[in-house]
């Protein structure tokens, strides 16, 4: 069952546990969690295990840190220039609007599984980490190429021999986040020690490239992160704030549900009953409506951000970089401005790459590193927000 912060509690014949308070992370990005002892029957008798095992692991207090980072961008580059030969646009109306001058497309025999893999090997290559170590794998993606998910297939392309737990997130833009906090929950709470973070999508498969209000947005990449656990004064998620809502119209403001196939209405009847076999659906293409999306990502973006540095004990003046999900420059500058951040400590990327799902804060991040901007020690205020609707903030040092 789960405790009162949020952690799981499992129940084992002829064990007992005695609860003693330590630190960790709870839904609300409060540090507070428990420490769990498990021992066997025989008085004294007390055995670590793996949090892979059958048995239950024992939880101590730890912190975490992001210790190597990689990206991945397919080789087409498609311009503004490009897209006004196939829409009714021109490169200043798109850059304007949206800040954005390039994006990269997936083509030809490149696909967003290999994007995830050198993305992730060149996260554990800036670490100097043995993949065979790993012991979970979480890929946050909206677009997998197999329906049941990328991660495993992911694990077995990085040669991982021990079989990590390998599993997606789906939370569209604001994936990597959540991405992010997960693996912390996982390593605070369920005694795991190093987990990858991939973000990846290939949101140009779900474009409508005759819409010119969606197809100058999007562009496809990997990023990825290596998180590892720490003692807990080397900490380096500080905080946090999710949140979610999918009441009323504000999620039919952005999506790409499922419709009909237009193949049912040829087949005709086959005078089975009715309703049955299930029609065959396929997803749209994305539906968005832009300025209720820059109404909701400007309203709700800072106070997640104040939220997560309030319970981190900062202000903005305390932090290095503002690094926010790279939607749109117009939407950037918003937040940057109401949060008092000047251009010079935002980072971004967005011209060059386009909105890539939740691989823009890891693909906007290993640029960041590998330029020399971001260092060692430096606090980052990160977003991510989008489809669902879905956003959240974590207050992150880097190494």
Partial sequence: MANASGFFTPSVPKLRTRIQPSIGISRSGFFFSRRVVCSSAIEGAEKDVSPSGSRVPKLVSKGCKLVGCGSAVPSLSVSNDDLSKIVDTNDEWISVRTGIRNRRVISGKESLKDLAVEAARKALEMADFDPNDLDLILVCTSTPEDIFGAAPQIQRELGCKKSPLAY?????????????????????????????????????????????????????????????????????????????????????????????????????????????????????????????????????VPQSIESALEKAGLVSSNVDWLLLHQANQRIIDAVATRLEFPQEKVISNLANYGNTSAASIPLALDEAVRSGKVKPGHTIATAGFGAGLTWGSAVIRWG
Avoid at 236 to 250: C, K, N, Q, V, Y
Wanted: aromatic residues 8%.
């Fill in 168 to 300: 997606d997130i789906t939370a569209a833009c604001s994936g990597f986040v959540l991405g992010l906090v997960s693996a912390a929950c996982h390593i605070r709470g369920g005694g795991f020690h190093n987990v990858l973070v991939i973000g990846a999508d290939g949101i140009s498969r779900f474009v409508d490239w005759t819409d010119r209000g969606t197809c100058i947005l999007f562009g496809d990449a990997a990023g990825a992160v290596l998180v590892q656990a720490c003692d807990a004064e080397e900490d380096g998620l500080l905080s946090f704030d999710l949140h979610s809502d999918g009441e009323g119209a504000s999620c039919r403001h952005l999506g790409a549900p499922m419709s009909d196939d237009k193949t049912n209405e040829l087949l005709g009847s086959n005078g089975s009953v009715l309703d049955f076999p299930p029609k065959r659906f396929s997803y749209s293409c994305i539906q968005m409506n832009g300025k209720e999306v820059f109404r909701f990502a400007v309203r709700c």
